[in-house]
């Protein structure tokens, strides 16, 4: 595939077995052909045009010798962008080694992208300076898809006495058989991190 404003065709597809075809209806007569699906390296919102070179074969083994297709005509490759909450969290409760988040339900008239929302992923990390701290989920929280509703979580867990925390909510989306999708962007963190105080 090559993209309508560059020079350099990229990411080829290799497809070896003869025996991956379906059948196609053209204007004229039914077919049989091979189906690739490219799941990569596609940007959203730029145009492509594909072709299908033949690289020749003898006894098994392929051949230095390819034979260049026609290039197809350009596509406009479309994506809905994922959902995102524009709000963030917040904080409204905090002690010794628990504290209480609540953000609102994802609302595709307010918010980044579109919906529905499969379920909600929360995350904490330590605020420290000294090192790079990972993020760590703590709940998953399914989703009423109910526009105006709150969500509140109590983290009781993976705290550390006297250390700040920040907290992220990442919106899954799900696809149109209600199955939720491997892909998400990283959702809001909290304004400000909480320090999870403890008298020790």
Known sequence: MKQMNGDIWLNPVNVTDPD???????????K?????????GLVPDVEYTFRVDIVASEYDKL??????GEPSEAILYKCDKLPSLLTAPQAVFSSCNNLTVTWKEFDAS???GG????????????NITDFV???????TVYSQNRVGLSYTVNITTGLIPNLAYNVRVDS??????????NKYMDGRELRDPVLNQCDC
């Open 172 to 181: 899954v989306p799900q696809d149109t058989n209600n199955e939720p999708l």
């Open 20 to 30: 991956i075809v379906t059948d196609i209806q053209t204007d004229r007569s039914l």
């Open 115 to 126: 919906g529905p929302v499969s379920h909600y992923l929360v995350f904490i990390k330590a």
């Open 63 to 68: 051949l230095k010798r390819t034979i260049p």
């Open 133 to 139: 701290s990972a993020w760590t989920p703590i709940y």
């Open 32 to 40: 049989k052909a091979h189906v690739v699906s490219i799941t990569s």
């Open 110 to 112: 307010k918010d980044e």
